[in-house]
């Protein structure tokens, strides 16, 4: 091998020489015809000065005839002339050369001197300037030898003065004892080094020079009293160059190696969960004791490096940037891949796990890596020091990601890979990379693994769910507490006001590694915006999102905030006073549903910053306790604060309005639109019972304790009896709301601070309504019941909750379902229907509505309803609507109720009772 080696280096010595050779005898030929021109020249100009010298002439000869004689003469004369001719040329043209080449060797002459001019004043310049240096530095060393000299005589004459000083005081002291630092350090030497090792393993990691004050030693003697130890076998560690010493113990420098034994082979993943280091502790561990090992010319992994194939010097001291080397590409492999692939280094660790040597590469590896005192990886666990994707600098609206991090495998373990339950982490990013502020930013994830949201950090759910939230179908994130996103213009790029990074935990079902649990989607859901489809790198997904060319913006006064949005049901929270540790703030309820209603409404929203209220006009909390306020922050701040006339400290109270009798009480009531019992009734009915409205007096905690501090509760939710479900968005700032001034002048007062929550009435799901419909006819004797569990049924139920409901005769209509029972198998059997077992559930409502056809004639139609409220709670102004599609035009009139036709609400008849008909009583007070 070594001969094939030395062969094909000569091989390519000789190719190279080929060039060279080529180039060189260029070189020569090119020299030696200039040579050979320059000795050509002379010698032409003498052969035209010998022929120019004399003409030679033939004469004729005697005897010969007189006419060939004179041809011969004078063709001879003719050549002759000839000849005389061409080598007059020939001069004339070697005379032009000769002038042209003499003309440019002065010219070269003349260059050269030119040239050699020019580098002689160079040199007369370089002179001059290293002349003028030399006397500068000649200069400067005169004035610091003079400086020294007389800081000298200066340092002499103190010396001389303290002398003369000492000598005068030397007299008065007296001395009563004396001893031995020797003596005194042999007596407690042993307790204070037992102190001394003691002290450098409970710090673990202690600078030196902090050490040296704890003991009162210099610096040097640590080190060397450090060293001692470590020779004698009671410390081991590591001393960096930045002055500490790091203990660690031969137990911690040997569980890696040991591990690694006793499992044998095992994967890159499992031993970074099982070690006692950490992962990247463990990928330097094994670059280092490959890069070692190399050097001392061991060769596990690596054979052919310490052969003298190609890298001999890498065994001739540069092992460790060799083992660094390998440790960054283990580190960046594991950082793409997770982990996977590598497994040799395992057997590396291994089979070295017996040599000692590799203790000392474990103390070189924690020296080398990071900061043990620390003991965190920032790199891999700090999100924000992650590069961002290039996408994101191209971008020129709004810019959204989601990475998926990593994932834990839950208990209970079960083997259907579709029912395993994994705990997961994520972050969601919102950069704001355009030219206009982003106002009250919504994002929509699109989970699709039946997630179940835990925490997300930087945001709440947009419907006000609590955590932990199903969110399989996809969730609706807004910001809490960064709410905007300001623009890099405005903020000269500061991300802290640009971006808005949200972290997220949960659990996932169904997705089998090593495939990643995906979202379908990312949008933002912000008006007159516009996302394409999301695209997909590794473990991240993201879009640029821009604003929308053909959406049309509403023309509107301009605000400083967010403009007001419309919804079903609208809150304002409105700061009316502000104190430096409190506020008076005022909630207005307005619905704008024209059918939508809220009757005993509870309203509930969270406190997120420890507030507390203090007392309340207008509604009242359903807990009244100061006990958890007493037990809490609250009391630490407050100490002479009296708890017992607390409304409430709960961190999410339930609200409930006042009843009508407490409308006129001076302390409680004395409010407009208050103390209805929690009655809303839609504008389309009575405009003013549309509206509801409380206050209530904050306390806040530090550190908000100012005045402009003001943060509004989060999660709004509320709900009545029999009424819609509605989903909240979260608080919205919007400009102070303005209020009629008290005083009855043509004036308005602002707020000082409001805020605008809008709710949304949700579409009922199956078995989930507030209500029920029955359909009876006069040609028909069964009557068509409410579907089975029409408004729900209990899991424990022994009746069949799918089956469909049985027809009862007309009058069972008017029994509770308990005893309707009966009724309804006697009437299957006498119409010779079947009887399921078991039997259905009831439709569990609490109102029904019966409607029956009375008449029916060529010309049109009569029609019955029926309400029923099978419930223990009363509705006063109770209402109904229907909608009549094909049959609203031949609508005529309504008898015993009040009916408003409404065609602009979908051809809509709208039902109210009567003066003194309006009251709809429960079942329960009867019974």
């Avoid at 030497?189 to 102190?195: F, M």
């Avoid at 970074?272 to 061991?298: H, I, K, M, N, Q």
């Avoid at 609250?634 to 009843?659: H, Q, R, T």
């Avoid at 919205?732 to 004036?747: H, K, N, W, Y």
Wanted: glycine share 6%.
């Amino acid at each position: 091998m070594d001969e094939l080696f030395v062969a094909i280096l000569s091989m390519l010595l000789v190719v190279g020489l080929i060039p060279l050779f080529l180039w060189k005898r260029r070189r020569d030929s090119q020299s030696q015809d200039e040579n050979e021109e320059e000795h050509e020249v002379p010698r032409r100009e003498t052969v035209v000065r010998a022929t120019g010298a004399r003409r030679m002439r033939r004469r004729p000869a005697a005897g010969a005839g007189a006419s060939t004689s004179s041809a011969a003469a004078a063709s001879i004369e003719e050549t002759a002339d000839g000849s005389d001719d061409e080598a007059d040329a020939d001069e004339n043209y070697e005379a032009k050369a000769s002038n042209k080449k003499e003309k440019k060797r002065q010219e070269r002459e003349a260059q050269r001197q030119a040239e050699q001019a020019a580098r002689d004043s160079r040199l007369t310049k370089q002179d001059r300037y290293s002349e003028m240096r030399r006397r500068k530095d000649e200069e400067r060393e005169a004035k610091e030898r003079m400086l020294e000299e007389e800081a000298m005589a200066l340092k002499a004459r103190e010396e001389e003065a303290a002398a003369l000083e000492f000598e005068k005081w030397k007299g008065e002291f007296s001395i009563d004892a004396e001893g031995s630092t020797e003596n005194e350090m042999q007596d407690g030497s042993q307790g204070l080094l037992s102190d001394f090792v003691e002290y450098i393993k409970n710090q673990k990691c202690v600078p030196l020079e902090d050490l040296a004050a704890e003991f009162k030693l210099r610096t040097q003697e640590c080190i060397n009293r450090i060293t001692s130890l470590e020779s004698m076998g009671r410390l081991s560690g590591v001393m960096d160059d930045r002055g500490k010493y790091i203990y660690i113990s031969q137990e911690e420098m040997k569980a890696v190696a040991d591990y690694i034994k006793r499992q044998g082979r095992v994967s890159i993943s499992h031993l970074a969960t099982s070690s006692p280091l950490s992962f990247v502790d463990f990928l330097v561990v094994v670059g280092l004791t490959v890069g070692l090992g190399s050097r001392r010319g061991r060769g596990y992994g690596l054979p052919w490096v310490c052969r003298g194939y190609g890298l001999p010097w890498v065994c001739r001291g540069y092992g460790l940037a060799f083992g660094l080397t390998v440790a960054w590409v283990l580190v960046s492999a594991w950082w793409w891949s997770r982990g996977y692939g590598l497994p040799w280094v395992c057997r590396v660790i291994a089979m070295r796990s017996e040599d000692p040597s590799l203790l000392r590469d474990l103390r070189a590896m924690l020296e080398l890596s990071h900061e043990v005192c620390h003991g965190q990886d920032y790199v891999f666990q700090d999100p924000k020091l992650a590069a961002p994707a290039p996408e994101q600098d191209d971008c020129n609206g709004i810019f959204l990601s989601y990475t998926f991090i990593n994932r834990v495998k839950e208990y209970p373990r079960v083997k259907n890979a579709t029912a395993q339950a994994w705990a997961f982490k994520s972050q969601a990013m919102i950069f704001n990379a355009g030219i206009d502020e982003l106002k009250a930013w919504k994002m929509f994830i699109g989970f699709n693994h039946n997630e179940i949201l835990v925490t997300a950090d930087g945001a709440t759910l947009v419907d006000a769910t609590d955590f932990p939230a199903p969110v399989g179908n996809g969730t609706y994130l807004a910001g809490y507490p960064m709410v905007d996103l300001k623009t890099s213009i405005d903020t000269a790029g500061d991300f802290n006001q640009i971006q808005v990074l949200v972290a997220m935990t949960g659990t996932q079902f169904g997705v089998k590694p090593p495939g990643v649990p995906m979202p379908r989607t990312i949008r933002l859901e912000n008006d007159g915006y516009k996302c394409p489809a999301p695209r997909h790198r590794g473990h991240s997904m993201f879009v640029c999102c821009k604003k929308d060319p053909k959406h049309k913006v509403k023309v509107s006064k301009k605000t400083k905030f967010m403009p007001r949005q419309n919804g079903d049901l609208s809150f304002s929270y409105d700061v009316l006073q502000a104190f430096t540790s409190s506020y008076l703030a005022q909630v207005t309820i307005d619905n704008n549903h024209p059918l939508g209603r809220l009757d005993h409404w509870n309203l509930t929203w969270e406190w997120m910053r420890g507030e507390f209220i203090f007392n309340m006009r207008g509604a009242y909390t359903h807990k009244k306790d100061g006990a958890t306020c007493v037990y809490g922050p609250a009391a630490k701040y407050y100490g002479d604060l009296d708890f017992s006339k607390v409304m409430n400290c709960e961190k999410k109270p339930i609200i409930g309005d006042l009843p009508p009798y407490l409308a006129n009480d001076t302390k409680v009531g004395k409010l407009p639109y208050c103390c209805r019992n929690g009655t809303i009734l839609p504008k389309v009915m009575d405009e003013s019972k549309a509206r509801s409205i409380f206050q209530l007096e904050v306390y806040k905690l530090p550190p908000d304790i100012n005045r402009t501090t003001l943060n509004p509760p989060q999660k709004w939710g509320i709900n009545g009896d029999i009424n819609p479900d509605y989903k909240c968005g979260p608080p919205i700032r919007v400009d102070p709301t303005e209020f009629p001034d008290p005083s009855g002048l043509q004036a308005t007062t602002s707020a000082v601070a409001s805020w605008q929550v809008v709710c949304n009435i949700t579409r009922p799901k199956v078995k989930q309504a507030k209500c029920c419909v029955s359909f009876s006819a006069y040609y028909n004797s069964s009557v068509i019941p409410c579907n089975t569990c029409a408004c729900g049924c209990d899991a424990s139920s022994t009746c069949n909750q799918n089956a469909k409901a049985m027809f009862l005769p007309a009058e069972a209509l008017l029994v509770p379902f308990a005893n309707r029972i009966e009724k309804a198998k006697a009437w299957a059997r006498l119409k010779h229907k079947p009887v399921p077992k078991p039997l259905p559930c009831p439709d569990n409502c609490g109102v029904s509505l019966n409607w029956h056809i009375d008449t029916d004639f060529k010309n049109g139609w009569t029609a019955r309803i029926t309400l029923f409220n099978w419930g223990e709670i009363p509705f006063e102004d109770w209402y109904t609507a229907i909608q009549m599609k094909k049959a609203f035009p031949g609508f005529e009139k309504v008898y015993s109720f009040n009916g408003t036709s409404l065609p602009d609400l979908n051809d809509t008849i709208f039902f109210q009772g009567l003066p003194g008909l309006n009251f709809l009583d429960g079942r329960g007070k009867w019974d």
